[in-house]
């Protein structure tokens, strides 16, 4: 029989005629990692979610966090933060359903202010977009005047209306190197401590961790040579691997390729074989020649690579559920459609000014 991709196996699961026909195509690919008795239950979710979409021309956009049965039954488009917010900018659906957590909807309603954006999950947050504001941000330019602000995408919009240029975890040292080619000696990198660390690594620029600006605090940028200014904003999964996790493995299984998601400790990446945004570890798990690998990143993710690469092995190691992406579900998502709830507004003013930075952030890419 030939094998089917991701893609493929949706539409054959949308094109299905009965829940029946839904459960023995989502059974193909996802026996491993999810219990046939959960499938069962699920594909009849999956199957008024699809049918409700076409009638309601309504486009799904799921992370590479979701849960397996949702990330491969019922998602139209399926990526890292970087994808989807390319792929929400053209579309063209009445209803974006974006099961993510709260500020990739945003991301949605800034690139799509005439179209309707509904979150599945009400109080799908982020430690990560929760540990600084607008307001932070005006105070750290009061502090650094005429320094550009990076704000990380895994931010809420009142930081990116705040914000320069808006970058991912794929694109972030090219845009800290776009605005050094433009003659800036500083960069403001908000708000990923670690992340702003392996860019500093990356780029070879040093980094500096000013304590919390007050409005009346004041810097002098005309005095610093060419420097990162960070903040100390951690994502709660990516913070909990430790070096001690690689070095058990790899005294156990050391042939095993480490690959690292660079919201981990700078130790941890240097530690790993590789770092890289969630596409770019999909891809290199795809292309590797090693019998085995090991995910440090959200473990969701790692069951939909394994369901998509049944022939390498992956270590069920070190993995972390982010609480907020565990809120989404595929009840709530048809909820969500059902119902039209829970839908993403913001005020005009904020998403003019936010999608300037994430324009910029596109035409970088």
Known sequence: MMKLNTAEEIRAIENADSPEEVYELMKARLCKVVPEFELFYKAELAFKINKLKKELNAVILAHNYMEPALYHSVSDFRGDSLELARISAKSDADIIIFCGVKFMAETAKILNPSRKVLLPALKAGCSLAESITGEDVRNLRKQFPGVPVVSYVNTYADVKAETDICCTSSNAAA??????????????????????????????????????????????????????????????????????????????????????????????????????????????????????????????????????????????????????MNLITLEDTLAALEKKQYEITLPEDIIARARKSLDRMLEIG
């Open 175 to 324: 845009v800290v190197q776009y605005l050094a080619g433009q003659g800036h000696k500083q960069v403001i990198f908000l708000p990923d401590e670690y992340l702003a660390k392996n860019v500093a690594v990356e780029t070879g620029m040093p980094i500096i961790f000013p304590s919390k600006p007050s409005a009346d605090a004041k810097g002098d940028p005309a005095n610093m040579q060419r420097v990162i200014i960070g903040w100390h904003g951690r994502c709660e999964v990516h913070e909990k691997f430790t070096v001690d996790d690689i070095k058990n493995v790899r005294r156990q299984f050391p042939d095993t390729v480490v690959l690292a998601h660079p919201e981990c400790s700078p130790e941890v990446v240097a530690a790993s074989d590789f770092s890289g945004s969630t596409r770019a570890m999909i891809d290199y798990v795809k292309n590797i020649a090693a019998p085995r690998y090991l995910l440090l990143t959200e473990c969701a993710m790692g069951d939909n690579v394994a369901a998509e690469n049944p022939e390498r092995e992956m270590l069920r190691l070190c993995s972390v559920r982010c609480p907020h």
